[in-house]
């Protein structure tokens, strides 16, 4: 197996509207860090993966499409598109559904996966990979809980090593990047960078994705709202992550294989489930109100989707692909941590990466309590439990046919 990686500025324009705030009045006032498009490919003789993440609040699939193509000219046979889900980066048309991507996004998002893919697909090497399993203890807690005690939060490493030296890493992080707050105007990798600072050296280069972030965050245990914590927290995650271990050698990597794909239909919510969360009583008061409001804004999303009255089904593709004994999925939405977790127990060495390849929104658990994240999705109630079975189809074949993952927990 060969690896490469490559990296490019996601240019702004000042003025554009921003996402991922729903109470957001703001146009781009600047650039707090860069956004980045980070790729990485994974080649032999048969196929070639590239794996694209964007700072980007969401990827929709006609974006994923432009940059599919695009690749295709530098030799890609096929490749994922995923965003970070950060909130300081332009709006990418990311409703409850997906939405059409603003042209001038999408070409922007295009010339920076390929400028970075070119460059992936020039240094790549004779490499190997492992994965490991880091818990950060505190980090960050359920969303729209009032009061919420800290979680150890689960982030994957998959280590690339040539020779006997980590030259890159592959971390996922199920935590939403949301530090900096909506009136901030300045676009920013936000948390995913803070991560990818921390981490990078002068030998090795860092790509930071959001795992199954859907219903945590930093909201109840972060210190402050500005770079500063982003980078005190991505400090801390980088020291729990320490110093990955190389490949520890021998054998020969399996073939690069195409991911495997599953086609999922999800109901649209009903009109008795739309009813039943408009009648929703708010949570308790947790002080500031952020959570009040947060519910609120989730309402009046319910309210929107009750008046298009939906009722065709949503498709969408979950994937997954085996590398070197480390199957990665990719889900095109909000995944809720617990059903994350449900798919990385199907087996192991297997990785969940969220905002992949298209976005839906929100896919919580049939029993998750009424909150801005049932409200706001756009699909029945049951709905993250398919995605769960169709993900463990696709793990269980994409690592069909090869020996056990190397993969470590700590």
């Known amino acids: 197996m060969r690896v490469g990686h490559g990296v490019a500025v996601l240019d702004v324009v000042p003025g554009e509207p921003m996402g991922g705030y729903a109470d957001r009045a703001q146009g781009v006032g600047g ?3 860069p956004l980045e498009v980070h790729a990485v490919t994974f080649a032999d ?4 993966f590239a794996l694209v993440v964007a700072d980007l609040v969401c990827v929709n699939v006609d974006a994923v499409a432009r940059v599919r193509t695009a690749l295709r000219t530098v030799g890609v046979d096929s490749c994922w598109v995923v965003a970070t889900h950060t909130h300081a980066s332009p709006e990418a048309g990311c409703g409850p559904g997906g939405a059409a991507t603003p042209p ?11 400028a970075a893919a070119r460059s992936a697909v020039a240094t790549e090497q004779a490499a190997r990979l492992s994965s490991a399993r880091t818990l950060v203890p505190g980090l960050a807690s359920r969303r729209n809980v009032a009061d919420p005690p800290p979680l150890d939060i689960p982030v994957d490493t998959v280590t690339v090593t040539v020779g006997t030296e980590v030259v890159g890493l592959v971390v996922v992080s199920p935590v939403h990047p949301t530090v900096l707050p909506a009136d901030n105007n300045l676009v920013s990798a936000d948390l995913n960078g803070g991560i990818r600072r921390a ?10 994705a959001t795992g199954a972030a859907g219903d945590i965050s930093t909201r109840h245990t972060r210190q402050g709202r500005g770079l500063g914590e982003v980078d005190r927290l991505g400090i801390r995650v980088a020291d729990r992550v320490g110093t990955p271990a190389p490949h520890p050698g021998g054998g020969s990597a399996p073939p690069v294989r195409p991911p495997v794909t599953r086609r999922v239909r999800l109901a649209p919510k009903p009109p008795a489930e739309l009813a039943a969360a408009l009648r929703q009583a708010p949570p308790p008061d947790t002080g500031d109100g952020r959570v009040r409001r947060v519910f609120d804004q989730g309402l009046r999303i319910a309210e929107e989707q009750a008046a298009r009255g939906r009722t065709e089904p949503y498709l ?11 199957t990665v999925v990719g889900v095109p939405g909000e995944l809720f ?3 994350g977790e449900a798919i990385r127990a199907s087996a192991e060495g297997v990785v969940v990466v969220g905002y992949a390849n298209g976005y839906l929104g929100y896919l919580p658990a049939r029993d998750t309590p009424p909150c801005y994240e049932t409200h706001a999705s756009p699909v029945s109630s049951g709905s993250g439990e398919i995605v769960v079975e169709a993900a463990v189809s696709a793990a269980t074949e994409a690592a069909s046919g090869r ?4 993969r470590t927990h700590v």
């Open 31 to 33: 650039v707090l860090d």
């Open 45 to 48: 003789a048969g196929h070639r």
């Open 104 to 114: 001038h996004v999408a070409g922007r998002l295009e010339a920076a996966s390929l």
């Open 199 to 208: 981490l990078s050296t002068q030998d090795r280069w860092v790509v930071v």
């Open 316 to 326: 969408i593709d979950v994937e997954a692909v085996d590398l070197d004994g480390t």
């Open 337 to 339: 941590l617990e059903l």
């Open 403 to 406: 020996e056990p993952s190397r």
